[in-house]
């Protein structure tokens, strides 16, 4: 049996040796859009900003398709 600073470190120990559970992944639903910030080139906003409205759309699109979706 040791002394209580021994048992307490002992105790404490436990409690923070212990990893956080990651939160579980969200289903990806359809049609949901996120809003985010991204950077992209001057000259590649310009190209599609360049056919008016949608834009966003757009650059979406072109996304799926470079990531094979």
């Known amino acids: ?4 600073r021994t048992e307490a470190e002992a ?3 436990k409690v923070t040796a212990k990893v956080a559970a990651a939160p579980p992944k ?9 809003q985010v910030t991204l950077r992209i080139d001057q000259d ?3 190209h599609f900003q360049s056919d008016g409205p949608g834009w966003q759309d757009r650059i ?10």
Not at 26 to 34: S, Y
Request: hydrophobic share 40%.
């Open 26 to 34: 969200q289903n990806v639903t359809p049609g949901i859009k996120e």
């Open 44 to 46: 590649v906003l310009e």
């Open 11 to 13: 105790a404490f120990k």
């Open 60 to 69: 979406n699109e072109a996304l799926r398709k470079a990531a094979g979706k």
């Open 1 to 4: 049996m040791g002394d209580a």
